[in-house]
């Protein structure tokens, strides 16, 4: 018999004992698979910023507005490459319950600005030249059923029009998609003037300022210059890189990394006692066997490789199609939380991971199983068998 038959032959001595710890080490890698790829999809925006963009928000909170002047002054700034903007609008569809993302932008200089969006030249000629255009990103376009050409009324939760009606008429001129995967394509963009000049209210303001710079080395000083440029003006600004800018939002839900971290460690320190247990308990069954094998001519570094084996087997019986069923579930609540989580997705780097765990597992559990029985002595483990 080889040597792989003899491990998998020892896995399923005892059956039942087997059984339940390769479902348990399923269920911690199917908790693993999920709650990361949950984290990932939080922090998707952190992770996908560019080095080398800055975010200028009001220093009171981001949701109060800025000047409109503020724009051309930040532009002017040395180390400023592209300047950009927004306002959040406050959309939802058909009902209250349907909300998403809608900003309205400067559509030239945004999309410069945010390469990531793929849009069709065409679709993107007809976007720039009609003012009341959107482009729609492919998962709120799958969502909610809509097709370039579409007439959508959108109500807003924020702004009303001079007329006093809260619902706004877009055209879908394109459909963009992600440079990956894990690209937000949850939310459409559509021309700040049509906004502005048809608002009710603060008209000649934006939500924050985007701004390139030359090069990211340059980011604190030129994020210095603008905060000092309207440090005793009447709307201070907080000037921050897209990344910290997207962690700070986050931050606003509490710490999810701590929580899925917690988790996670619970779940696999329970599995790791539970398969360390099962190790441990099956080599001293098989004390005599082992050194029954070392008897008739196998050397201590075969039967530690053999324990050791056990252990991998074990592993990957269990974490493989725990990382299969995660993979899975991943992708049924990714269609079930569009509106909330589009870029959840579970990435090759979730599974590496998971890859590289299963391995860890396996070393941490049977290293000590395996020391014991290569330096089990033959004589000892007779007279115990």
């Given amino acids: 018999m080889t040597s792989a038959g003899l491990m998998w032959k020892n896995v399923w001595r005892r059956k039942l004992r087997a059984i339940l710890t390769i479902v348990s080490i399923l269920i911690a890698f199917l908790i693993f698979g999920v709650l990361r790829s949950f984290d990932q999809a939080l922090h998707a925006g952190v992770d996908l910023a560019a080095a080398d963009r800055l975010v200028v928000v009001s220093k009171v909170n981001f949701t109060v507005s800025l000047p409109y002047a503020y724009v051309n002054k930040i532009a002017a700034v040395d180390g400023v490459k592209r300047v950009t903007f927004a306002t959040w609008f406050g959309a939802y569809w058909q009902e209250p319950r349907n909300q998403f993302a809608a900003f309205a932008v400067d559509p030239e200089s945004w999309l410069e600005t945010y390469p990531e969006m793929i849009v069709d030249p065409d679709d993107r000629a007809r ?61 459409l963009v559509f021309h700040h003037d049509y906004l502005n000049e048809a608002r009710s209210f603060a008209r000649d303001t ?41 962690a700070a939002f986050i931050k606003q839900f509490g710490n999810i990394g701590l929580i899925i971290t917690s988790v996670v460690g619970a779940a696999f320190f329970t599995i790791l006692v539970i398969t360390g247990t099962t190790m441990a308990l099956a080599i001293r069954e098989r004390t005599g066997e082992i050194a029954v094998l070392k008897t008739i001519g196998f050397t201590g570094r075969r039967v530690f490789a053999l324990v050791l084996g056990e252990s991998l087997f074990l592993a990957l019986l269990g974490g493989i199609p725990g990382l299969l069923f995660a993979s ?51 004589t000892a483990g007779l007279a115990r068998g």
């Fill in 206 to 246: 934006v939500g924050w300022i985007v701004v390139t710079t030359s090069s990211h080395e340059r980011n604190d000083e030129v994020a210095r210059a603008i905060d000092t440029m309207f440090y005793n003006s009447a709307r201070q600004t907080k000037t921050d890189t897209e990344k910290a800018f997207s």
């Fill in 127 to 187: 976007f720039l030249a009609n003012r009341t255009g959107a482009l729609v990103g492919a998962n709120l376009a799958k969502r909610f059923g809509w097709k370039k050409g579409d007439r959508i009324p959108l109500p807003s939760t924020i702004w009303s029009r001079k007329d006093g009606s809260k619902v706004w008429e877009l055209t879908v001129e394109g459909i963009f998609t992600g440079a990956d995967a894990q690209t937000d394509t949850s939310y």
């Fill in 328 to 378: 899975g579930l991943v992708t049924a609540m990714r269609a079930a939380l569009a509106g909330l989580l589009p870029t959840m997705v579970f990435s090759e780097r979730t599974l590496l991971e998971g890859l590289v765990l299963i391995l860890a597992l396996a070393f941490v559990t049977g290293i000590v199983p395996a020391a014991n029985a290569l330096r089990l002595n033959i």
